[in-house]
Nanobody, 121 residues
Framework: QVQLVETGGGLVQAGGSLRLSCAAS????????MGWFRQAPGKEREFVAR????????YYTDSVKGRFTISRDNAKNTVFLQMNSLSPEDTAVYYC??????????????WGQGTQVTVSS
């Protein structure tokens, strides 16, 4: 239904910050809740954050709470993930997804290709 493209990943030192963007194509972006997930080599895909259709509700996994902020701009068909105080444990490929407001990956119908985030110690 929608096509998603993540940008903003890169290499950053521990304690630094990155801002990821997820640009959506299509005409019905505001009909979808959005989520961010991440996957490190050899590990399962992990829920990171989600945001409701209007942006009024957000939820974070405990390991990023207080450090990461998810937001969206429906007029620009874009979702963001501001990541502060980054740790090497945050190193992963980060994916955005569109679907229902859920921490369950199966609730999301569309996925981006991912953007690599590498945090050095």
């Amino acid at each position: 239904q929608v096509q998603l493209v993540e940008t903003g990943g890169g290499l950053v030192q521990a304690g630094g910050s990155l801002r990821l963007s997820c640009a959506a194509s299509g005409r019905t972006f505001s009909n979808y809740a959005m989520g961010w997930f991440r996957q490190a080599p050899g590990k399962e895909r992990e829920f990171v954050a989600r945001i409701s259709r209007s942006g009024g509700r957000t939820y974070y996994t405990d390991s990023v709470k207080g450090r990461f902020t998810i937001s969206r701009d429906n007029a620009k068909n874009t979702v963001f993930l501001q990541m502060n105080s980054l740790s090497p444990e945050d190193t992963a490929v980060y994916y955005c997804a569109a679907g229902d407001y859920s921490s369950y990956a199966g609730a999301y119908n569309a996925w981006g290709q991912g953007t690599q985030v590498t945090v050095s110690s």
